[in-house]
């Protein structure tokens, strides 16, 4: 029997209990884009702490890169699914205060979120 779409997301989503999306979009132009901010390296940063907490894995955590979610202007950004929550950042502190809270204990942190 075939799903339909929706619902095939929402099975695949379920696979992990936090999905997380990095932009990592450099535009060459010099117009606003998340690599402007070091995207991929707190990409990295966030993908070796989930590993180092034993985040990582099948119903656990998934760091992905993700190409431009067009909000430029506010990043860089990051989005965790399920909930559908959006983040900026600017350094290590502020990827490792999402992955303790956000991740490790389940609250969003505000201070972070964009709407
Ligand atoms: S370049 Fe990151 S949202 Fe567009």
């Known amino acids: 029997m075939l799903m ?38 707190m990409r990295d940063y966030a993908k070796q702490r989930s590993k180092e907490l034993g985040l990582a894995g099948p119903g ?28 900026s950042y600017i350094d290590k502190e502020d990827i490792e205060e999402i992955i303790q809270e956000h991740l490790l204990n389940g609250r969003v942190v505000e201070r972070l979120q964009i709407p």
């Open 4 to 41: 339909s779409g929706t619902i095939r997301y929402l099975a695949c989503m379920a696979f992990y209990k936090y999905h997380v999306f990095f932009c990592t979009n450099q535009r060459e132009d010099g117009s606003a884009c998340c690599q402007r901010f070091d995207a991929l390296a």
């Open 60 to 87: 656990k955590v998934r760091i992905n890169t993700a190409g431009c979610m067009d909000r430029c202007q506010e990043g860089p950004v990051l989005v965790v699914y399920p909930e559908a929550t959006w983040y």
